[in-house]
């Protein structure tokens, strides 16, 4: 007789229970773990050569028969694969249509120091941006802008949030991440680093296309970005070689934060190319 | 003795009711108005060289109070201000924490026709794009870099839809809006109008930034921007002049589209700078 353990499990079963507990910031600090949603993030993390350790699978039978290339690779690496009920995955995920598969990784989060001693060319720096969304959005232009490391300094969120994490479409998973930092510890470890600190800031007193135009982006450059509704505030601004403003040409009267972003860190990428 | 009617409206006064609808896509339609929420969005609305008609502002009481200079400037304008309580405003708005004040508009958008004949320089055409935040933040982010126009063509998302709105934090107001167009109509009268028309679409054959090198973007030019999910299809990649890459330095598959849209029209704003 079959015993029952082998059946998908639900919602109460232990195992499934500690993994939703990582829904809330507190348990995945606690237990450093977080929750990866859907086939093409669980594939990002157990990508053989990527900085995430797997520790278990969730996955919903029939999510197991369409994709056998994740349940493989898992069994491969090691990682435990958990069939449960789709009530069960249900309580795991945030998703209105979860995919069926959910892995339990370990937090990827680095050292400044480590980061600093790979001398980086292209940094994002987060000061108490709060909005999980536009943290993901922000870490998945700084991937594909090339950037070395994102930092999410002071009181950022946390990277591990559900919607961080679906947001950054596996980013998170590509370039080094820092947390915890306050922000002018990261200031000062990258300066001393050789980078040059720009604060991308609406109000600030010099434009964007004017360092472009002056190569004064060919350098080593950390980019500060700040909260969604307040910006930076003035000691954050401060400690910047130069606060920069993304010009704007019509009437509206800011971009958002991660608009900014991502037009910033693809102004350094661009001067960054080799000519 | 005060007329009941002097009292702030509840939920179920008819005029309250009417406003309520318009979170639907079909009443909105209907009636040919939209809902803007929160004083700097309902500014907006009330600028008096601004595009649009208010038809009534709903304030509860203590907004009332605290926004005059608000209550003021749509009575100078003719415009009803009905007060209505925290609980009949709450079901007129779609966030969780409501600012005090909502205002019925009437639609924004122009035809074609219009924008054409003004001789634009810089167009953004949304094809299918159906995530209305995505589509405010384009919007947005078009208006930042100065656009002449956005257009929502083909099956793409009502702009009036109440996160759109928000999304566009303003913007909407600032540059004209056209809708219900099919794309082939959008690009081919556009076209006719001497711009260029480029597709985004992170296969495309050519990359920005040679095409930034190259002055390719020096004309007018109109950038067409796909679905969230699956892009362009090839037959609206087929009415393009090119098909244009943001180039992906990092390791990450794709850009979002709303950042991928202010990468590429912020390379349209700095390529059409006066020199």
Redesign the interface.
């Known amino acids: 007789m079959p015993a029952p353990a082998h059946g998908p499990l639900p919602p109460q079963h232990k195992r499934v229970a500690a993994a939703r507990r990582l829904r809330k910031r507190a348990f995945r600090a606690g237990d450093r773990a977080f929750l990866v949603e859907g086939p093409q993030a669980v594939r990002e993390a157990l990508a053989p050569d990527g900085p995430a350790a797997v520790h278990e699978v969730f996955v919903v039978p029939e999510a197991a028969g369409r994709h056998p290339e994740l349940v493989a690779a898992a069994e491969a690496a090691g990682v435990p694969v958990t069939r449960l009920t789709a009530t069960a995955l249900a309580g795991l995920t945030e998703t209105v249509t979860p995919q069926g598969v959910v892995a339990v990784c370990g937090l990827l989060d680095v050292p400044l120091a480590g980061v600093v001693e790979a001398r980086p060319r292209l940094v994002a720096v987060l000061a108490q941006v709060r909005d999980p969304g536009n943290a993901g959005?922000v870490i998945?232009?700084?991937?594909?802008?090339?950037?070395d490391a994102v930092v999410l300094a002071g009181a950022s969120v946390d990277p591990y949030n559900g919607k961080c994490v679906r947001?950054s479409?596996?980013?998170l998973f590509?370039?080094p991440i820092v947390t915890g930092v306050p922000v002018a510890d990261a200031v000062a470890g990258l300066r001393a680093a050789g980078l040059q600190v720009l604060a991308a800031d609406g109000a600030g007193e010099r434009d964007l296309?004017d360092l472009?135009d002056g190569r004064a982006l060919a350098g080593p450059t950390a980019w500060l970005f700040g909260n969604e509704a307040w910006g930076l505030p003035p000691e954050v601004r401060a400690l910047a070689d130069a606060v920069v403003r993304?010009?704007?040409?019509?009437?509206?009267?800011?971009?958002?934060l991660?608009?900014a972003a991502?037009?910033c860190l693809?102004a350094s990428?661009?001067a960054h190319?080799p000519c």
């Open positions: 959005t998945r232009a700084a991937d594909a802008a090339g950037a947001a479409a596996g980013s590509h370039l296309d472009q993304v010009p704007i040409h019509g009437r509206a009267e800011s971009l958002n991660a608009t991502a037009v693809y990428a661009r190319r």
